[in-house]
């Protein structure tokens, strides 16, 4: 939310003729790390929370370009549809993978359980799943390729584990991706804003 409203003030400022040119550099970035294991959850928990906070640019964002008649409407919509999907495909795709499939069964009545539709819809929602596995398969592999050399103090039994955390996915995505973003834009809706800036507690493990 902080780092992107820098981008569109700017856009905002040149009647979007305003782009971000890459700069292909390495780069050495900390992550969330308390004192306590459960602290570090917590902590990172707030930190998707504030980052899915960042929903509350939209309106202004829409205000600032909606009127300027030098940005074709086009990219205006453009823009608008790619923030709102963008939201709420956080908020909402882990539990419509989980759940989705079933819920015409559970909820359809014995006229639609005896429909074909209903006989096909596990095919459909396995399907899909492989096709969400086979993004989360490539997803892994790219990060033991982008991984920097191992440390020595590090034995090579570390990559099992960092191996085996692939597989708490199905967990970590709602609870620490969905949930997050649903618990901001609710605040959002019902005007409990948050009362200040939460800044990520990190520290340096010796």
């Not at 205000?63 to 909402?92: V, Y």
């Not at 819920?103 to 639609?112: D, K």
């Not at 834009?185 to 005007?191: A, E, H, I, N």
């Amino acid at each position: 939310s902080e780092d992107s409203i820098i981008y569109w003030k700017c856009f905002a400022y040149y009647h979007g003729d305003y782009k971000v040119k890459p700069i292909y550099l390495p780069v050495s970035l900390d992550a969330v790390l308390a004192e306590t294991y459960w602290k570090t959850i917590k902590n990172q928990y707030k930190q998707k929370r504030r980052w899915a906070y960042g929903i509350e640019n939209f309106p202004v964002i829409m205000r600032a370009l909606w009127p300027d008649k030098k940005i074709k409407l086009r990219k205006k919509l453009s823009i608008g549809f790619e923030m709102l999907e963008g939201h709420h495909s956080w908020a909402t795709s882990a539990f419509i993978l989980a759940i989705l499939g079933w819920l015409p069964l559970i909820f359809g009545g014995p006229a639609f359980n005896e429909s074909v539709l209903a006989h096909n819809l596990p095919f459909v929602t396995r399907y899909l799943m492989t096709l969400a596995m086979g993004g989360l398969v490539i997803s892994m592999f790219l990060n033991f390729f982008l991984l920097p050399p191992r440390p020595a103090k590090y034995s090579k039994k570390r990559y099992i584990y960092m191996f085996l955390q692939w597989f708490l996915a199905p967990i970590i995505a709602p609870t620490l991706g969905a949930m997050p973003a649903i618990d901001s834009q609710t605040r959002l809706l019902f005007k409990k804003y948050f009362g200040e800036f939460w800044v990520t507690e990190k520290i340096r493990k010796q």
